[in-house]
Nanobody, 126 residues
Framework: DVQLQASGGGLVQAGGSLRLSCAAS????????MGWFRQAPGKEHEALLCFSGRDGSTDYVADSMKGRVIVSSDNAKNTVYLQMDSLKPEDTAVYSC??????????????????WGEGTLVTVSS
């Protein structure tokens, strides 16, 4: 059974940091890239970045997140992490991860996902 579960969200003050986790079951991050997304209240989903577990590369980071995120993975735990720093109130959103249908990240990775799990809420207070 293929599943993804994001966790690690919570309430943080502006300027703080959070590390989100995306745990996978039923497949390996070596075989699929992963995309991180978020949806702020009343807004559309926003694609944040794509991560390839095969070579550890992070691509297509959204302008809104550049310079503030680091992605890593733990193959033994089959988990991808999203470290977010210098958080702003406008980062408040539900964050989720999705499986990309290729090993490496295509330009249009956000159109090439098939599995996504329940997101985790990040609230940044001013």
């Amino acid at each position: 059974d293929v599943q993804l579960q994001a966790s690690g969200g919570g309430l943080v003050q502006a300027g703080g940091s959070l590390r989100l986790s995306c745990a996978a079951s039923g497949f390996s991050f070596d075989d699929y890239a992963m995309g991180w997304f978020r949806q702020a209240p009343g807004k559309e989903h926003e694609a944040l970045l794509c991560f390839s577990g095969r070579d550890g590369s992070t691509d297509y980071v959204a302008d809104s997140m550049k310079g503030r995120v680091i992605v890593s993975s733990d193959n033994a735990k089959n988990t991808v992490y999203l470290q977010m720093d210098s958080l702003k109130p406008e980062d408040t959103a539900v964050y989720s991860c999705r499986r990309v249908l290729t090993i490496m990240c295509p330009v249009s990775y956000y159109y090439n996902t098939d599995v996504w799990g329940e997101g985790t809420l990040v609230t940044v207070s001013s």
